[in-house]
């Protein structure tokens, strides 16, 4: 692989893994609209499932930043990323602006974020051949 495509790559999985990682510790920030958020959504020991998420988020994000197991952080965040996403930006139970905030969102993530994790998965030689035609 050349320079540039490694140069590229590498700043793919530092860009993607500091997004997770970032987020994590947004979480930590604002640990207590987020515990009332899963509180009023019925969630069940809020106060466990929270801190796994968290590392689960910082863990598999430093994973990636650093190069460290990508495949394996890639597929554990995408269903973490999934259930987030339905969780925290269920537009559908909203009206008004927030039901369109929350809709980007939810729009955003599950055409951005997971995605970009399904590419960390992908066999490299695949994604050169296609930009080879």
């Known amino acids: ?74 597929l554990l965040l995408i269903p973490f990323t999934f259930v987030a996403i339905c969780l925290f930006h269920s537009f559908w139970e909203f009206k008004g602006d927030i039901r369109t905030l929350n809709f980007t969102i939810f729009v955003a993530n599950m055409t951005v974020t997971i995605p970009a994790l399904l590419l960390l998965i992908a066999p490299l030689s695949g994604i050169a051949d296609f930009f080879l035609i």
């Open 1 to 74: 692989m050349d320079a540039l495509s490694v140069a590229i790559i590498s700043i793919a999985h530092l860009l993607i893994g500091c997004y997770f990682v970032f987020f994590g510790f947004w979480n930590v920030y604002h640990w207590r609209p987020i515990l009332t958020v899963m509180s009023q959504k019925n969630i069940p020991h809020p106060y466990l499932i929270l801190p796994i998420g968290i590392a689960w988020q910082v863990v598999c994000g430093s994973m990636i930043a650093l190069g460290v197991y990508v495949k394996l952080a890639a």
